[in-house]
């Protein structure tokens, strides 16, 4: 089995290899989670999910930094993108510098398999991780 996560983009982040995610966002006033997911998906990664895939709800989480995360997983047979054609967001860089530098959300993105997935996702999103290999027969 493997796992699709998204590396997060900006200085932060470059020379760090633990901090992999599923990917995700912001719901929208009015959006459902799962719309939620699938529009985040394809703006972080550019790959579309068909939203009547068959999909294994896998609960949520709360990250350190306080945000909720809801996740699911469904089986996709796709390549990896060679770029992610991810939203940007902007930020002062170098440190009081007053230059503002725009950042991929995403910078790349890819399938892991289960165990290494599980070595480099944030801490947080574990559980997620291993309500998935649990929900399908698989030791996380």
């Known amino acids: 089995m493997e796992v699709f996560l998204a590396h ?5 982040f470059v020379k760090r290899d633990d901090c992999w995610s599923l990917p995700n966002g912001e719901i929208e006033p009015g959006e459902d989670m799962l719309a939620t997911a699938l529009r985040e998906f394809h ?3 550019g790959i579309r999910i068909d939203p009547q895939s068959q999909f294994i709800e896998l609960g949520s989480i709360r990250q350190k930094g306080g945000k909720i ?3 699911w997983g469904v089986e996709k047979d796709c ?5 992610c054609p991810s939203n940007t967001f902007a930020m002062e860089w170098p440190p009081r510098s007053g230059r ?4 991929p959300e995403v910078d790349q993105a890819r399938y892991f398999p289960l165990a290494e997935a599980r070595k480099k996702m944030k801490d947080s999103q574990v559980p997620l991780l291993e309500r998935l290999a649990a929900a399908l ?4």
Do not use: L
């Open 100 to 103: 503002v530098r725009h950042f």
């Open 69 to 71: 995360v809801h996740a």
């Open 137 to 140: 027969g698989f030791s996380a």
């Open 79 to 83: 390549p990896p993108p060679a770029t």
């Open 43 to 45: 703006e972080e990664v």
């Open 8 to 12: 997060p983009g900006g200085p932060f």
